[in-house]
């Protein structure tokens, strides 16, 4: 029998190009990462996941792969990535890589061999190129819109230089989409999972996984407008995803996300992973709605973890808190998985800033010195250690995204010419985009880029903020975010809080979140006003407390 250790597990999202950078070129790479495990191992993390370090274009920062086996040279090499697999196991931590299944590079030579192929070829099968509509084929094949703003479609030139053909790409034109009814693809898929496998990864984190299969005959599709707010007249913890939801009714659903499809991919996938020891993973980024959907991504024949997107969408609300967490545990549990909780990634805005944004604001739009609603530090700072301890005190799987654990805002300064992200260029910067939750991190406040690296070089510019919120301006103190994550993470895993069971405490006012799991007993206070906390030794509180009061947006953990 397997420890099933994803089960209970602490996940740490690591953004390899803004983590940690060995060699001075202002690039986060591999040597990076594995020279700073050993502070990851004494936040207590139990595994890693990496954003992906493939070869790569670096059109959208590595989500456009150009050969799924190799290293892009930014990073550094595959020894340099077997060497950071070795430290991370031998310090206990394991090791998730992102995989990019739904598209590729236009540099990846399958791309590469399709432009220089004929119409209906073999090449041209593993991508969906398509005849245009109209006349003389000028017209897209459908009015499809890719997620970053403007068509999803592109016209190529053929060898004899007439407007030709047209591909599919969801993202940017520089990502076109694999044909997954194509048994080449899936085979080739085959072949990546175990290449990586064999190198020792612990599993994979699979980017889109609500994608890959379209609906027959790619019809015309008009999603609904993004914006509005949570509702409860709480501010919003973000507005639409960056890729949209599905409706709970098939035929509301947009024929490029969440077809049935996918879910005989990933019983495929499951099988052969099954076929390595060591209880290796599949983990889902898919955007889906509501919760009972998601479960059907980690029924048990699929994959082992979904991202609870709901829960990172939910504002910071005692009623709506509740009602998500409920429909999660039932959700999941429904089909025996883990709920997993997060609250930021590298596709939102940090949850220090947006947890108190009070205008809406969908994701991948991003946040910019023309955003309304932005908070003060100081508060968004508070509401975010509150919703980081009520979150790492519920059962089920936890992920962090790096440089959370420091209490890092959403940087919203950023000069426009400094600005990285796709979604900037292809909407003429009326969306800012995902920069601001990118800015490299600062671990020495007085070393250049901050101890990013050993030069100043950084490939975003990090703000005079950083030299506060350094590590090491926040290790010796007990009242910083860094010691809070310590502390929350060390007692989740003594008290073993990801194993157990949630039961709602009632006797509270409507404003606060309170439960038991196991011996402890957790209070949220979401509210304005002041509550008394019931008997019990306190083990952590986001914030101080003055007797046995609990101050509004502060969590306290108490024994039972």
């Known amino acids: ?13 690591i953004y390899p190009r803004s983590f940690a950078d060995a060699n001075g070129d202002g690039m986060g790479d591999l040597a990076g ?137 969801l993202f940017d034109s520089s990502q076109p989409d694999f044909d997954w009814t194509n048994e080449e693809v899936r085979e080739e898929f085959r072949r990546i999972l175990r290449f990586w496998l064999d190198r020792g990864v612990d599993g994979f984190r699979v980017d889109v996984a609500h994608g890959m299969i379209k609906a027959e005959g790619l019809p015309d599709y008009t999603p609904p407008a993004e914006g509005g707010s949570m509702g409860g007249g709480a501010p919003a913890a973000s507005g639409v995803p960056l890729e949209p939801q599905i409706s709970a009714e098939p035929g509301d659903s947009a024929p490029y996300w969440g077809q049935d499809g996918v879910h005989e991919i990933y019983r495929d996938w499951r ?65 025996g998985a883990p709920s997993t909780w997060v609250l930021s990634n590298h596709d939102v805005v940090r949850h220090a800033t947006r947890l108190s944004v009070t205008e809406p604001n969908p994701q991948g739009h991003g946040l910019g010195p023309r955003s309304k609603g932005l908070p003060e530090y100081a508060p968004g700072l508070r509401r975010a250690r509150a919703a980081t301890a009520l979150m790492l005190a519920l059962p089920g799987s936890v992920y962090l995204y790096q440089g959370e654990e420091l209490g890092l805002p959403e940087v919203i300064d950023l000069p426009d010419d400094a600005r990285q992200d796709p979604t900037w260029f292809r909407t003429a910067g009326e969306r800012y985009g995902r920069d601001g939750c990118r800015v490299p991190l600062p671990w020495e406040s007085a070393a250049p880029s901050y101890g990013f690296g050993p030069s ?39 008290r073993d809080l990801g194993a157990g069971t949630l039961e709602w405490l009632p006797g509270f006012p409507d404003s606060v979140v309170a439960f038991r799991n196991g011996d402890l007993v957790v209070v949220a206070n979401t509210g304005s006003e002041p509550v008394e906390l019931p008997d019990g030794e306190v083990l952590l509180s986001s914030e101080p407390l003055d007797a046995r009061v609990l101050p509004a947006d502060t969590t306290a953990w108490l024994t039972a």
Not at 101 to 110: C, F, I, L, Q, R
Not at 118 to 140: M, T
Not at 308 to 319: G, H, K, R
């Open 1 to 13: 029998m397997t420890s099933e250790w994803w089960r209970t597990a602490a996940i740490y999202q």
């Open 33 to 169: 990462i594995t020279s700073r495990l050993g502070a990851l191992q004494e936040l207590g993390i139990d595994a890693i996941w990496l954003s992906p370090f493939y070869t790569s274009p670096q059109r959208d920062a590595g989500y456009d792969v150009a050969d799924y086996c190799d290293v892009d040279p930014l990073f550094g090499t595959l020894d340099d990535f077997d060497a950071m697999v070795a430290e991370a196991h031998g310090r206990g931590i394991r090791v998730i890589v992102d995989l990019v299944p739904n598209h590729s590079s236009d540099a990846h030579e399958w791309f590469q061999a399709a432009l220089a192929a004929a119409p209906g070829s073999p090449e041209r099968a593993r991508y969906l190129f398509r005849d245009g509509r109209g006349a003389d084929g000028g017209e897209a094949p459908n009015n499809w819109e890719s997620i970053f703003g403007g068509p999803a479609w592109s016209r190529v030139l053929e060898a004899d230089g007439t407007p030709g053909q047209w591909y599919l790409h």
């Open 271 to 335: 099988a052969l992973l099954d076929e390595y020891p060591g209880d290796r993973i599949l983990a889902a980024e898919a955007w889906v709605d509501p919760l009972p959907r998601v479960a059907k991504w980690v029924r048990p024949d699929e994959m082992h973890q979904a991202f609870n997107f709901a829960y990172l969408e939910t504002p910071w609300n005692a009623d709506a808190l509740r009602r998500v967490i409920d429909d999660s545990l039932d959700a999941f549990s429904a089909v």
């Open 456 to 494: 100043d070089a950084s490939w975003l510019p990090q703000p005079a903020q950083w030299a506060s919120l350094a590590r090491d301006r926040q290790l010796g103190d007990p009242t910083s975010t860094l010691s809070l994550y310590r502390d929350a993470l060390a007692l989740r895993r003594a």
